[in-house]
């Protein structure tokens, strides 16, 4: 088949070359010319010549420049034509924009992509949202960036549920991410246990926590055995909060989820105000030692009756 992909950053770059490797005609923009193959989105989609298919173009930029793209594609492309888009879109803006490119009769197809900077070489977890015809034309395309074996794929249902599986997919990362940092934490403070790195390394086979991310804890720490070198700041990609908020829209109770967003919200904070009300009031009720704004060292005020 052939392919238009628009964005070639570490992620769609890595796409481009596992679609080739495949044996597929992929046609790249970027608007860093030295990796594009196509001067602009005109020119990438003029470049798509097989007569025996629609085109179809996958769009994997950032969030802010998903809108000026599809609708920039909405005039370039012709009846029959499909976009993907690939990147970490709302669920809610899949529909919104399926519907903006089904008034040039332009089929749409939402995909949630999962595989980092790995996926060149494991493969690519795919979660696709789409009508049956869509994605069946579709499934070269599919099969080549999936990984190899029976799993990886999905057609998760209508235009939409590929992305709000996706961010399902993401939330669920954002706790088991947690309780492996929260571990690392608890090994590293207790001064019993003599070797962390290798303790973690131990869980990688016939345990039940054994998983891939752990296996990426276990290289992390193998190239800074405390962690030294990495401030504790952490960002989140508005997955975890979306998650959160359709979990609050269905009623549906998502503590571990949730308390790991706010982990990472805790994380941007070099004086917690949270933390310095809780220091007050145990001084307040019971006295307990306050540390000072300058001083580093401990004071006990004396207790207010």
Not at 106 to 126: Q, T
Not at 180 to 204: K, M
């Amino acid at each position: 088949m052939e392919l238009g992909l628009v964005g070639l950053g570490k992620m769609g770059g890595n796409m481009r070359q596992r679609i080739r490797n495949a044996g597929h005609t992929v046609v790249g923009f970027d608007h860093n010319p030295d990796i594009s193959d196509a001067k602009d989105l005109a020119d990438m989609v003029g470049k798509l010549t097989a007569s025996d298919q629609p085109k179809v173009v996958w769009v994997m930029v950032p969030v802010q420049a998903i809108d000026p793209v599809i609708t920039e594609l909405a005039e370039l492309l012709s009846p029959g034509d499909i976009v993907i888009d690939g990147g970490n879109s709302r669920w809610t803006d899949d529909t919104r924009r399926g519907a903006q490119l089904a008034e040039k009769d332009i089929k749409f197809v939402d995909c949630g992509v999962s595989g980092g900077v790995w996926g060149l070489e494991n493969g690519y977890a795919l979660m696709c949202g789409g009508d049956n015809d869509t994605i069946a034309t579709l499934m070269p395309i599919f099969t080549a960036l999936k990984p190899e074996g029976d799993f990886g794929f999905v057609h998760a249902g209508k235009v939409g549920a590929g992305h709000f599986s996706k961010m399902v997919h993401n939330g669920i990362e954002y706790a088991i991410m947690q309780a492996y940092a929260e571990g690392f934490e608890l090994l590293e403070a207790a001064d019993i246990v003599d070797n962390v790195p290798e303790t973690f390394e131990s869980w990688r086979e016939g345990t039940v926590i054994r998983s891939w991310l752990l296996d990426l804890m276990v290289n992390a720490l193998q190239e800074d055995t405390h962690l030294d070198k990495i401030r504790g700041y952490a960002e989140d990609s508005g997955e975890g909060r979306w998650t959160v908020e359709a979990a609050i829209d269905h009623a549906v109770p998502v503590p571990a989820i949730a308390a790991s967003l706010f982990a990472r919200f805790a994380s941007r904070q070099e004086d917690s105000p949270a933390m310095k009300a809780i220091a007050a009031m145990r001084n307040q009720f019971g006295g307990h030692a306050v540390k000072g704004a300058e001083d580093p060292s401990y004071a006990t005020p004396p207790i207010k009756h």
